[in-house]
């Protein structure tokens, strides 16, 4: 009776605790969108990438994308970029891991988030050979492999922005 007890607790608590956290990866993109206006996305995107979004101009162009993976560092967090299309320029407006306080380890957490504090503002092309994020020579096996999942996340959302904006071409030329 008391280990049917323990495995309905159990149970429950991952069950509230899973829709918070997937409530608050939700509130985070929302958060980024801020007025753009988002399409609706397929969850998983890919085998590699959880979440993938895209956000659209008030003419339909998209502009925007918000893609997730859940990384292995210390513990499992979730990496995020933010990318956005300006003037047929991309860029890696951020990478973060909007639930870094998984790691209760203060000392891990901060290795952890230093390398996000070069990944702002970083224009790139999806079409170059050149990396989005250059791997740092300083960086943990668990930072290099952030590192190109956030390589690999932003140049798939500039991708997708782009055959999103080319399949809806028609829309946008006035006639």
């Not at 069950?15 to 988002?38: H, K, Q, R, T, W």
């Not at 513990?75 to 860029?91: A, Y």
Request: proline residues 3%; glycine residues 4%; charged residues 25%.
């Amino acid at each position: 009776m008391k280990n049917k007890i323990y495995h309905y607790i159990v149970f429950i608590i991952t069950f509230i605790s899973c829709n918070l956290y997937s409530a608050s990866i939700e509130d985070y993109v929302a958060l980024e969108f801020g007025n753009y206006i988002p399409i609706e996305s397929v969850v998983p995107f890919s085998d590699l990438i959880e979440y993938l979004e895209l956000a659209t101009n008030n003419t339909g162009e998209a502009v925007m994308g918000v893609a997730y993976k859940k990384i292995q560092s210390y513990k499992l967090i979730t990496g995020t970029v933010v990318v956005k299309k300006e003037n047929d320029k991309f860029i890696l407006v951020k990478a973060d891991f909007p639930d870094i306080s998984k790691i209760k380890n203060g000392k891990n957490r901060r290795k952890v988030a230093s390398i996000l504090k070069p990944l702002k503002n970083i224009t790139f092309s999806p079409d170059d050979k050149k990396r989005v994020v250059d791997l740092t020579s300083g960086a943990t096996r668990y930072g290099a492999e952030s590192l190109n999942y956030f390589n690999y996340l932003a140049r798939r959302v500039a991708i997708e922005i782009n055959k999103y904006n080319e399949k809806n071409l028609w829309r946008f030329l006035k006639i």
